[in-house]
């Protein structure tokens, strides 16, 4: 049986045909073609005049098959290129929530990414600091607040200083949550409830108590349940220290860097303190986290929609996980 040769011109020529493919794809391929195809029809040309039929149609195969491979890179790239553009479609929904509703909120945006093309994209914080940075322009489609007052202020006509932020058709309360006086497993100092810590911050007994600043809601829950037991903050100084938020409050419990804390039942729950006692309507007050979609909403349909979803069975569940309540 004869064996097929080529000469080194046609070897080299074969050789270009899949260089030019895997290297430069469809478009370059075609270039460097157009220049050989002259060259390859002499070559079949001279090969008819030799009678080696056998050589043109292997020359011929290879040619289909190259072909072949350069449609398939092409369509592969195309496939890519689609897909990386479906990813990009990707819309951003901002929500400025209270840092008590991280875990919570965490789990719902899970729970909702995997059915919807958004990303959510949240920060949180202590809701005055959120506020802040909404009146100071920050963008955001969503506020929830841990109370009442941080809502207030970004919106028309429950504020004295004109800040038309919030969406007022949207606004409502969310959520209801409880203040709570918490301590860790070893509860090292044995504080019993309310009553017993007024009593021994009164007397300078040495215990340390975790609150919040005045200027963030667990703060201004505290203050109240001060008044209501008759507690001088200022007397009382050497025995409490304070967070900037009630994330802040809830690690130093948890580290027993303080005997107790006063915190949101949710956030108890969420780092395994005990709550000892938990303060009634008359020492703070209902404690309301209110919601609202923002006037400037950048991304709006897409916000509705999640507004609408935070108000479903599904989101609520993870909620009530915690220890939240419906509010509406």
Same mark, same amino acid.
């Given at each position: 049986?004869?064996?097929?040769?080529?000469?080194?011109?046609?070897?080299?020529?074969?050789?270009?045909? !899949?260089?030019?493919?895997?290297?430069?794809?469809? +478009?370059? !391929?075609?270039?460097?073609?157009?220049?050989?195809?002259i060259?390859l029809?002499?070559?079949?040309?001279n090969? +008819?005049?030799?009678?080696?039929?056998?050589? @043109?149609?292997?020359?011929?195969?290879? !040619?289909?098959?190259?072909?072949?491979?350069?449609?398939?890179?092409?369509?592969?790239?195309?496939?890519?290129?689609?897909?990386?553009?479906?990813?990009?479609?990707?819309?951003?929904?901002? +929500?400025?929530?209270?840092?008590? *509703?991280?875990?919570?909120?965490?789990?719902?945006?899970?729970? $909702?990414?995997?059915?919807?093309?958004?990303?959510?994209?949240?920060? =949180?914080?202590?809701?005055?600091?959120? %506020?802040?940075?909404? @009146?100071?322009?920050?963008?955001?489609?969503?506020?929830?607040?841990?109370?009442?007052?941080?809502?207030? /202020?970004?919106?028309?006509?429950k504020?004295?200083?004109?800040?038309? *932020?919030?969406?007022?058709?949207?606004?409502?309360? $969310?959520?209801?949550?409880?203040?709570?006086?918490?301590?860790?497993? %070893?509860?090292?100092?044995?504080?019993t409830?309310?009553? /017993?810590?007024?009593? %021994?911050?009164?007397?300078?007994?040495?215990?340390?108590?975790?609150?919040?600043?005045?200027?963030?809601?667990?703060?201004?829950?505290?203050?109240?349940?001060?008044?209501? =037991?008759?507690?001088?903050?200022?007397?009382?100084?050497?025995?409490? #220290? $304070?967070?900037?938020?009630?994330?802040?409050?809830?690690?130093?419990?948890?580290s027993?860097?303080?005997?107790?804390? @006063?915190?949101?039942? #949710?956030?108890?729950?969420s780092?395994?303190?005990?709550?000892?006692?938990?303060?009634?309507?008359?020492?703070?007050?209902?404690?309301?986290?209110?919601?609202?979609i923002?006037?400037k909403?950048?991304? %709006?349909?897409?916000?509705?929609?999640? !507004?609408? $979803?935070?108000?479903t069975?599904?989101?609520?569940?993870?909620?009530?996980? +915690?220890?939240f309540?419906?509010?509406f």
């Open positions: 049986m004869s064996v097929l040769r080529l000469s080194d011109s046609e070897s080299q020529l074969i050789s270009k045909f !899949f260089c030019s493919m895997t290297e430069g794809g469809w +478009v370059p !391929f075609l270039k460097v073609w157009h220049l050989h195809l060259f029809r002499i070559m079949v040309f090969n +008819v005049i030799m009678g080696n039929i056998r050589k @043109i149609i292997v020359l011929a195969l290879v !040619f289909m098959l190259a072909l072949s491979v350069a449609s398939c890179s092409r369509k592969n790239a195309s496939s890519a290129s689609s897909e990386k553009v479906f990813v990009e479609k990707k819309t951003d929904v901002i +929500v400025f929530a209270a840092a008590s *509703l991280r875990e919570s909120m965490t789990a719902i945006k899970e729970n $909702y990414e995997k059915d919807n093309n958004v990303n959510i994209i949240y920060t =949180f914080d202590s809701s005055g600091t959120l %506020r802040t940075q909404l @009146i100071a322009g920050a963008e955001c489609d969503i506020f929830i607040s841990a109370a009442l007052k941080q809502m207030n /202020d970004i919106t028309v006509g504020n004295d200083k004109g800040v038309d *932020l919030a969406d007022v058709p949207t606004v409502f309360n $969310y959520l209801e949550n409880k203040v709570v006086l918490a301590v860790n497993n %070893r509860n090292s100092a044995n504080v409830g309310f009553a /017993d810590l007024a009593d %021994r911050l009164k007397k300078n007994s040495g215990i340390l108590l975790a609150i919040g600043n005045s200027d963030v809601p667990v703060g201004a829950y505290t203050k109240k349940i001060f008044n209501y =037991f008759g507690i001088d903050e200022n007397a009382a100084s050497s025995s409490l #220290t $304070y967070g900037t938020n009630v994330k802040e409050v809830t690690s130093q419990v948890v027993g860097a303080a005997d107790c804390g @006063i915190i949101y039942q #949710t956030d108890a729950f780092a395994g303190l005990k709550p000892v006692d938990s303060a009634t309507l008359q020492m703070c007050g209902q404690v309301i986290y209110p919601a609202c923002l006037k909403s950048p991304h %709006r349909a897409e916000a509705e929609r999640f !507004f609408k $979803y935070l108000k069975k599904e989101a609520l569940k993870e909620l009530e996980k +915690v220890g309540v419906p509010a």
